[in-house]
């Protein structure tokens, strides 16, 4: 079965410093990834995905993720974060389990940024 | 905007009761995913319909159902509400279910007191 898990919770990072959030999956063959932020109040969007190809994948908001197989990991990077990241993010997988194409969400990890 | 519409945004009831929340995919879109998020639970999946069939079902209780019409929206029914169900109920689409991101409505949050 598919299973997502992001170790961090909560992460604080300073205005301006890099920032990297850890995702980790659980897939038998090669999943399609994806990160999504939800800021307070609203839903849930699509920063980037990778489905194949190229495994460093580039998303909106400066936002970059690297897909390590090898690692079964797509962490989630940006180089100089701003005080607007604040949010929460969910690594995604998607792919078929039983016959049945399916998305699973990590428990998601809440950023604060310091001015 | 997402393109994906839920409705109503917010919603109090008392428990016992009953509701309907309902989502309207992006158009083109024939799955509907509906979830749950709570603080202490997360994202959870909760059903998923693809052109009017359920396809999977994830963490859902016996009180609540689902149905996807032929003109693809969907409802969730929420019954014999408890405080426990408060939470926000996200409704996402899809194209085809494969291969492609899911996007999001706004959710709408249900309160029961």
């Known amino acids: 079965a598919q299973s997502v898990t992001q170790p961090d919770i909560h992460i604080t990072v300073s205005e301006g410093a890099s920032l990297e959030l850890r995702c980790n999956y659980s897939?038998?063959?090669?999943?399609?990834l994806f990160w999504y932020v939800q800021s307070p109040g609203q839903g849930l969007q699509l920063l980037l995905k990778?489905?194949?190809?190229?495994?460093l994948v580039q998303g909106i908001k400066g936002f970059e993720a690297e897909f390590k197989r090898s690692q079964s990991s797509f962490n989630l990077r940006k180089p100089s974060v701003h005080w607007s990241d604040a949010a929460e993010y969910f690594c995604a997988v998607a792919g078929l389990d039983s016959g049945t194409y399916k998305y699973i969400f990590g428990t998601g990890t809440r950023l604060k940024v310091l001015a | 905007d997402s393109g994906v519409t839920q409705t109503p945004k917010h919603l109090i009831t008392a428990t016992g009761q009953r509701v309907t929340l309902r989502c309207s995919p992006r158009?083109?879109?024939?799955?509907v995913y509906w979830y749950q998020q709570s603080l202490d639970q997360g994202l959870q999946f909760l059903i998923q319909?693809?052109?009017?069939?359920?396809?999977a079902k994830g963490n859902i209780l016996e009180r609540f159902s689902a149905q996807q019409f032929p003109d693809l929206h969907s409802e969730l029914n929420l019954s014999s509400l408890e405080l426990g169900d408060s939470a926000l109920y996200f409704c996402?689409?899809?194209?085809?279910?494969?291969?492609?991101?899911?996007?999001f409505g706004q959710g709408t949050r249900l309160t029961v007191v």
């Open positions: 990778y489905f194949s190809g190229d495994t």
């Open positions: 158009s083109g879109d024939l799955s």
């Open positions: 319909y693809y052109n009017g069939e359920e396809r």
């Open positions: 897939y038998g063959a090669t999943p399609y």
């Open positions: 996402a689409s899809s194209v085809r279910g494969q291969n492609t991101e899911a996007f």
